[in-house]
T-cell receptor
Framework: EPEVTQTPSHQVTQMGQEVILRCVPISNHLYFYWYRQILGQKVEFLVS????????KSEIFDDQFSVERPDGSNFTLKIRSTKLEDSAMYFCASSVGVGQGYGYTFGSGTRLTVV | SQKIEQNSEALNIQEGKTATLTCNYT??????LQWYRQDPGRGPVFLLLIRENEKEKRKERLKVTFDTTLKQSLFHITASQPADSATYLCALMDTGRRALTFGSGTRLQVQP
């Protein structure tokens, strides 16, 4: 069964450093998402991406965050200057469509720890 | 304000019984609602989707109902097994939005 692949599985970074989280969505999916989950809290939407541009973003997704699909297969989330409160599990997801009721396929996540 | 509410208390049931989980929402007009399973340290896994014009949907031992008048969905697992122990998340997409919003989930523990 096709999978969404995320790397690395765990990243530790110093506060103020830049991090890039990587994802390879399912090949025939058209919509891509980043979510995060702070330990013990709910899965929160960050950003959705379609046709090489952001289609929607949440209040969490401020100027410190950016997304890119550099080569047609990878989908990356960059946090420019990490803060302690960015520590969370970051999930990438993809779907065939949106609005027609397609389920999302999530990756296994990247656990980001900011120290 | 918009809310998706799931019972935050864990649900403990005996193997073989039916588990029923509740999702209530306010100030949403979703065209459909989805249920996911999440195991500790893992990403959510899609289980079922139900559209606003559907009252009930089944898949193997799973059943979902959707009452847009009550603004509620019920998720049932029949003949539950210890392997069903996980957190179950309700998710919906509001009209005009482009992404799912998740509830906080209900943890199910099935005792052998």
């Amino acid at each position: 069964e096709p999978e969404v692949t995320q790397t690395p599985s765990h990243q530790v970074t110093q506060m103020g450093q830049e991090v890039i989280l990587r994802c390879v969505p399912i090949s025939n999916h058209l919509y891509f998402y980043w979510y995060r989950q702070i330990l013990g809290q709910k899965v929160e939407f960050l950003v959705s991406f379609y046709n090489n541009e952001i289609s929607e973003k949440s209040e969490i997704f401020d100027d410190q965050f950016s997304v890119e699909r550099p080569d047609g297969s990878n989908f990356t989330l960059k946090i420019r200057s990490t803060k302690l409160e960015d520590s969370a599990m970051y999930f990438c997801a993809s779907s065939v469509g949106v609005g027609q009721g397609y389920g999302y396929t999530f990756g296994s996540g990247t656990r980001l720890t900011v120290v | 304000s918009q809310k998706i509410e799931q019972n935050s208390e864990a649900l403990n049931i005996q193997e073989g019984k039916t588990a029923t989980l509740t999702c209530n929402y306010t100030n949403y007009s979703p065209a459909y609602l989805q249920w996911y399973r999440q195991d500790p340290g893992r990403g959510p896994v899609f289980l079922l989707l139900i559209r606003e014009n559907e009252k009930e949907k089944r898949k193997e031992r799973l059943k979902v109902t959707f009452d847009t008048t009550l603004k509620q969905s019920l998720f049932h697992i029949t003949a539950s097994q210890p392997a069903d122990s996980a957190t179950y998340l309700c998710a919906l997409m509001d009209t005009g939005r482009r992404a799912l919003t998740f509830g906080s989930g209900t943890r199910l523990q099935v005792q052998p």
